[in-house]
């Protein structure tokens, strides 16, 4: 295999909340896949800012599922709270440019609010605090609250390819408004945090899963805040559960530990992987055996339920559409 380029990065960037699932490992592999199929540089970086849910215990779970699956990275993983300075200093460049401002509302505020619509993350900020303190300094003496640190969201319409998905065009403040940078704890917001991180990396193409199509527009808003680059996006479609479901951390007997109790072979979900991915003859094998054949824009459009019992995948049992096609099991 050609050494990976020096002018291209792709990355994984698991959390470690729990055991990854079979979802992740479809994810994954596509990632991997793709970055090695383009001779990309691949980093892996450990999503840990959620404190309270992440453990080294799930670390090391993380750790051993990525390589019962075969699949490797270039360099030393890292994890994403190395690099909570870095993101403060780039909040607080925002602040300090007029970019972002402090904010007072509790949740519960926020939620009261009856000009706050709700979509599919909660209540939309209704920009309560927009131009009412000076700084963080000053909202916390007028308030007696400690403020977060909301990003100014520029009006107007963001547009974005997804070489999945297609154009997409995207109000951002009339859909999302005016969201946080730093919490009323200081600490780095996801959307902030990956898009420093990103760019840190020099990540110039971001393949995940379809769950975060919907948070890209966020971050191409901070990325072109701060001066940074735009990646390209692939958000993979979902592994589903049999009432097509998006599949959490706790899917009873879909985490990768289960699967391996159970007797699945890595050949085995690699190959299947492989199958709904644009490969539909691939067999069992190993990650190396499909990148020569690999093209992303192959790839089927729609969900896919992972049925245990014949350890294969299928498209959910409910109302497929006529588009979708069948796979070899």
């Given at each position: 295999?050609?050494a990976p380029s020096t002018a291209a990065a792709g990355r994984l960037a698991p959390s470690p909340s729990g055991r990854l699932h079979i979802g992740h490992a479809r994810t994954f592999l596509v990632a991997w896949w793709r970055a090695r199929s383009r001779q990309a540089k691949l980093t892996l970086r450990?999503?840990?800012?959620?404190?309270?849910?992440?453990?080294?215990?799930?670390?090391?779970?993380?750790?051993?599922?990525?390589?019962?699956?075969?699949?490797?990275?270039?360099?030393?993983?890292?994890?994403?709270?190395?690099?909570?300075?870095?993101?403060?200093?780039?909040?607080?460049?925002?602040?300090?440019?007029?970019?972002?401002?402090?904010?007072?509302?509790?949740?519960?505020?926020?939620?009261?609010?009856?000009?706050?619509?709700?979509?599919?993350?909660?209540?939309?900020?209704?920009?309560?605090?927009?131009?009412?303190?000076?700084?963080?300094?000053?909202?916390?003496?007028?308030?007696?609250?400690?403020?977060?640190?909301?990003?100014?969201?520029?009006?107007?319409?963001?547009?974005?390819?997804?070489?999945?998905?297609?154009?997409?065009?995207?109000?951002?403040?009339?859909?999302?408004?005016?969201?946080?940078?730093?919490?009323?704890?200081?600490?780095?917001?996801?959307?902030?945090?990956?898009?420093?991180?990103?760019?840190?990396?020099?990540?110039?193409?971001?393949?995940?899963?379809?769950?975060?199509?919907?948070?890209?527009?966020?971050?191409?808003?901070?990325?072109?805040?701060?001066?940074?680059?735009?990646?390209?996006?692939?958000?993979?479609?979902?592994?589903?559960?049999?009432?097509?479901?998006?599949?959490?951390?706790?899917?009873?007997?879909?985490?990768?530990?289960?699967?391996?109790?159970?007797?699945?072979?890595?050949?085995?979900?690699?190959?299947?992987?492989?199958?709904?991915?644009?490969?539909?003859?691939?067999?069992?094998?190993?990650?190396?055996?499909?990148?020569?054949?690999?093209?992303?824009?192959?790839?089927?459009?729609?969900?896919?339920?992972?049925?245990?019992?014949?350890?294969?995948?299928?498209?959910?049992?409910?109302?497929?559409?006529?588009?979708?096609?069948?796979?070899?099991?």
């Amino acid at each position: 295999m050609s050494a990976p380029s020096t002018a291209a990065a792709g990355r994984l960037a698991p959390s470690p909340s729990g055991r990854l699932h079979i979802g992740h490992a479809r994810t994954f592999l596509v990632a991997w896949w793709r970055a090695r199929s383009r001779q990309a540089k691949l980093t892996l970086r450990i999503e840990d800012l959620d404190a309270g849910r992440c453990s080294q215990e799930h670390i090391d779970g993380v750790l051993e599922d990525l390589e019962w699956l075969g699949l490797d990275w270039d360099g030393s993983w890292r994890l994403q709270s190395t690099g909570l300075d870095q993101m403060r200093a780039q909040a607080m460049d925002l602040a300090a440019r007029g970019l972002a401002y402090a904010c007072t509302c509790t949740r519960k505020e926020i939620a009261a609010a009856q000009s706050a619509p709700h979509g599919e993350e909660g209540p939309r900020y209704p920009g309560t605090c927009r131009g009412l303190y000076k700084d963080l300094d000053s909202a916390r003496r007028s308030s007696g609250r400690e403020p977060a640190l909301r990003v100014l969201v520029p009006e107007g319409e963001l547009h974005f390819v997804d070489q999945l998905h297609g154009t997409r065009a995207v109000n951002v403040q009339e859909t999302c408004g005016d969201f946080p940078l730093l919490t009323r704890g200081g600490e780095p917001s996801y959307q902030l945090a990956v898009v420093v991180d990103d760019a840190r990396d020099g990540v110039d193409e971001v393949v995940r899963g379809g769950d975060l199509l919907d948070v890209t527009a966020r971050q191409i808003v901070l990325q072109r805040l701060l001066g940074y680059s735009t990646p390209r996006y692939a958000h993979v479609p979902l592994i589903v559960d049999a009432q097509g479901t998006r599949l959490a951390k706790r899917s009873a007997g879909l985490t990768l530990a289960e699967l391996r109790a159970r007797g699945v072979r890595p050949s085995q979900l690699v190959g299947a992987v492989a199958r709904i991915s644009g490969l539909p003859e691939a067999q069992e094998g190993r990650p190396h055996d499909f990148c020569a054949a690999f093209d992303l824009e192959r790839i089927p459009a729609g969900p896919w339920w992972y049925d245990t019992d014949a350890s294969s995948f299928r498209r959910p049992p409910y109302s497929p559409p006529e588009a979708w096609a069948d796979v070899p099991e």
